[in-house]
């Protein structure tokens, strides 16, 4: 299994920044791909940015050029650097990581941190 901990979010101005992290721990070996997520109140979970262990990213619409996603491999942690920060960025940002066990595909969840862009 891999269990992942994400942490910084919190409160920013519209403009402002804010980076995520989220660290993996256990079966790391077998992650393929993580990524972000995002729920606002009333709407479904969605694909924020995504990126393999080889180093693909994809980006939602609404994020690129805006928002950066990256992963060091050696302490299997992946990052959100969120630029330009919008009201509409405002939700719970969930970090997710694919993996493999045994030739079955899982995802794993971390518990969310808010994300609340306002002035």
């Known amino acids: 299994q891999v269990q992942l901990v994400e942490s910084g979010g919190g409160l920013v101005q519209p403009g402002g920044s804010l980076r995520l992290s989220c660290a993996a721990s256990?079966?790391?070996?077998?992650?393929?791909?993580m990524g972000w997520y995002r729920q606002a109140p009333g709407e479904q979970r969605e694909l924020v940015a995504s990126?393999?262990?080889?180093?693909?990213?994809n980006y939602a619409d609404s994020v690129k050029g805006r928002f950066t996603i990256s992963r060091d491999n050696a302490i299997n942690t992946v990052y959100l650097q969120m630029n330009s920060l919008k009201p509409e960025d405002t939700a719970v940002y969930y970090c997710?990581?694919?993996?493999?066990?045994?030739?079955?595909?899982?995802?794993?969840w971390g518990q969310g941190t808010q994300v609340t862009v306002s002035s």
């Open positions: 997710n990581a694919l993996y493999f066990s045994w030739g079955t595909q899982y995802d794993s």
């Open positions: 256990g079966r790391t070996i077998s992650i393929a791909a």
């Open positions: 990126i393999t262990k080889g180093g693909m990213s």
